[in-house]
């Protein structure tokens, strides 16, 4: 990398290195950021960052699953979807001792505070999201929720009592699965906040289910498509 390349690099982006690539679920892999830059880093939970996966312009973006000042890292959670495409290759491959750039944590898919209860629904992508938010929820406001993996042992340690679907091979995207165990919940008669994360045609049927059928209010639904089919780097 020449001095110019190296001067922007270090104007848009937080350098740090791989310490660690843990195979966590069948196709979910742990990675751990670590580096003085990390130290500084400002986050809240349910926002992400943009990591070059390859090359000086490939962006493919991670939500934050664990910032720790204290320790100087970062974690993020990377969903092998089984493709040679360039995030999913890098979450694959990438090792100890690697360099790693990044934007800082940025979005506002976050929680609402004073909610009456929050309800969360999505696949392996967005579990990741839900993870620091689920752990950010005040004990006193009541959590709900369906997430979907593809097979039993593809489900992330979640805080909280949310209902885990398996679709057993079907496509994560248009999840008929996730979108009845959502219709099946068991919540309270007036709207809470909802998150909806991942797949972009699966999110668009949980809300039309709470807008058309609950009768929530758009307002109370917050989404954030993470996928799609056919799509690149969504965001
Ligand atoms: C705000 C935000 C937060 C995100 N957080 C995470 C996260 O924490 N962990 C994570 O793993 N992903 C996360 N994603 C999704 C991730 O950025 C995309 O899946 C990413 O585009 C994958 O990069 P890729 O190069 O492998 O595939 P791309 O080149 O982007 O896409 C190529 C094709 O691969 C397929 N594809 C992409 N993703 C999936 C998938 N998950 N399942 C099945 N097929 C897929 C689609 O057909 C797509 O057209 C997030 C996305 C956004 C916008």
Redesign the pocket.
Not at 76 to 79: E, K
Not at 229 to 235: E, F, I, S, T, V
């Given at each position: 990398m020449n001095t110019i390349t190296r001067a922007l690099r270090s104007r848009l982006f937080i350098t740090g290195e791989i310490v660690e690539n843990e195979h966590i679920a069948p196709r979910m892999r742990r990675i751990r950021i670590g580096g003085e830059a990390v130290a500084g880093l400002a986050w809240t939970p349910g926002q992400?960052v943009r990591v070059l996966v390859h090359g000086p312009l490939t962006l493919?973006?991670?939500?934050v699953w664990h910032h720790d000042p204290a320790w100087e890292c970062l974690d993020?959670?990377?969903?092998d979807?089984g493709?040679d495409?360039?995030?999913?290759a890098w979450v694959r491959t990438a090792r100890p001792g690697q360099e790693v750039s990044f934007t800082k944590p940025e979005?506002r898919?976050t929680l609402r505070q004073g909610a009456p209860y929050h309800l969360f629904a999505g696949e392996e992508?967005a579990a990741?999201?839900f993870g620091p938010m689920l752990r950010a929820v005040p004990a006193t406001e009541p959590v709900y929720g369906a997430v979907e993996a593809n097979e039993p042992g593809g489900h992330l340690d979640l805080q909280g009592d949310l209902v885990k679907v398996c679709r057993d091979g079907a496509p994560?995207a248009n999840s008929a699965a996730l979108v009845k165990a959502v219709s099946a919940l068991d919540l309270p008669d007036e709207p809470g906040v909802a998150y909806l994360a991942g797949e972009a045609r699966t999110i668009q049927m949980i809300r039309a289910h709470l807008v058309d059928e609950r009768g929530w209010s758009r307002r109370d639904v917050i989404t954030?498509p993470?996928?799609t089919?056919?799509?690149?780097?969504?965001?």
């Open positions: 992400h493919r973006t991670y939500s993020l959670i990377g969903y979807h493709a495409s360039p995030g999913a979005g898919f992508t990741v999201a994560a954030k993470f996928w089919p056919g799509r690149k780097g969504l965001d």
